[in-house]
């Protein structure tokens, strides 16, 4: 017998299968198709079967199913909500970079109007150096400067958003390495589901594929850490352990990832052993 | 294939992608398609009127757009929902494409909605490209033709182009294909190259 998306073939003749597209789509996902014993499908054969009139209206019943199929299935992708974070996320770094470039920009237009500005001696951060620029009376320039404090204010909120948001979707990853690191994981990886499926050595280097190519390539030393490097008890770390801290931390993100993909729910029990090991791992030798 | 001066161009309402248009025909751009480079190459195996296609890695639709332009109804397989998402658009107004979300990698899951195809085009970043293809000639006609894009890259970003494409073909060879022809897409694709083959 042969089972086909609009019904059943076997020596008897056909049995059209009759639902809704819901149902056929199920249908479908039921058939297990041995490709061994496998014959395509002869569209005649479903004209035969009463299911459709001719080409012109089998190929349009056919497409009415795989419409629906795949509007489904990216319906359902983007509903899982680590789809939005991975979003999130790289909006944020992305404003991060364009508000970089226009204060950088706009410091050197200010140094023009300012000869004797300079940002040696003064911790003049990006936040500040906007401040004193705030002062410029020409008019395109001030609402430049009115437009980055804007893009500051959006980025320091979604940033909260971020984090919030992580918390919820991705509570062990967030609990060993803060929010807003572990969503930049999940964007690295991609999803969420990429993530858990990733072993500690890949996560440990996530970010870091340049130098990962380069030692591949070139035999240069391998990369310590990624994205991860980001997190105070790594970059906090002495030289000499930093590398035992990512892999260490690496391991046990693997794991979190794993807990939050498939349990969805905070394991403290897990955390409290995973923050000793992590901690052991800086203590030194 | 219709040529308009030199320029590849397919017929069929356009505003696709943003296309150019030449005398009312859809240019075809070949820096764009790798299948649009493969003609320009000048060769090979051209697309029929009552072909059925079936295309692998269809991803935002624009090659596939083409292709339907020139055939009588064209599988398209893609697996990422955010180039599904213009697939869909793309098949909305082109009556002849069946959009399929599916693994390319995993044929059972699509085979009840298949066809027997005269063309077996595949065009996916993916290491273990021929063994998708192998697995895919089942849909392909005894007298069917398989057309692939290899990504030289996507299988090993580490050896030679060329040491990949050689292995590529043996590894053809050993499956249930006949290699036709090969070659490099240059100067319009980097580090791909076209594979034309039989079913064995």
Known sequence: MQSYW????????????????????????????????YIPVAWEDAVRCGYAKNREDYLQKLRNLCFFIAEAK???????????????????????????????????????????????????????????MKKERDRAFAE?????????ESRTRLMR?????????????????????????????????????????????????????????????SP?????????????????VRGRVARVLAAKLGIAARIDYFRQEIDQDFLRASQEAVD?????T | MIWIDGVLVSEGKGGVYGEKMLRNCRIWDPYRSKLAAYYHKGCGHELQKD???????????????????????????????????????????????????????????YAPLLEPVDLLYMDVADPDQIGIASRNSVFLKQSGIALLMLKTRSIDVRSDPGDVLAESIARLEESDFVIQETMWLLPYHQDHAAILCAKK
């Open chain 2, 51 to 109: 072909d059925v296609v079936l295309y692998l890695g269809a991803a935002n639709g624009t090659t596939v757009s083409h292709v339907a332009d020139y055939t009588e109804c064209v599988y398209a397989v893609e697996f990422a929902p955010r180039p599904m998402q213009d697939l869909l658009a793309v098949a909305a107004k082109r009556k002849n494409i069946v959009p399929i979300m599916a693994d390319a990698s995993r044929p059972e899951w």
């Open chain 1, 74 to 132: 990216i319906a359902d992708h983007f509903t899982s909500r680590d789809i939005e974070l991975v979003q999130m996320v790289r909006m944020l770094d992305e404003l991060d970079d364009v508000i970089n470039l226009l204060t950088e920009r706009a410091v050197e237009w200010y140094r023009t109007k300012n000869p004797s500005f300079s940002r040696k001696y003064r911790s003049l951060t990006g936040r500040r150096v906007i401040q004193v």
């Open chain 1, 144 to 152: 430049i400067i009115a437009d980055i404090e804007k893009l500051q």
């Open chain 1, 224 to 240: 310590k850490h990624g994205i991860i490097f980001q997190h105070r008890r790594v970059h906090n770390a002495d030289r000499d």
């Open chain 1, 161 to 221: 958003d971020v984090t919030a948001l992580a918390d919820t979707v991705i509570p062990n990853c967030s609990a060993l390495i803060g929010g807003l690191v572990a969503a930049r994981l999940v964007s690295r990886a991609g999803s969420l589901e990429e993530l858990s499926r990733l072993p500690g050595s890949s996560i440990q280097v996530l970010g870091a594929q340049s130098a990962l190519f380069s030692h591949m390539r070139t035999g240069s030393p």
């Open chain 1, 280 to 284: 052991r791992a800086g203590e030194g």
């Open chain 1, 6 to 37: 609009f019904g059943d073939l076997d020596g008897e003749g056909c049995h059209p299968f009759v639902g809704s597209p819901a149902d056929q789509a199920a249908r479908l996902e039921s058939i297990d198709t041995d490709m061994a014993a």
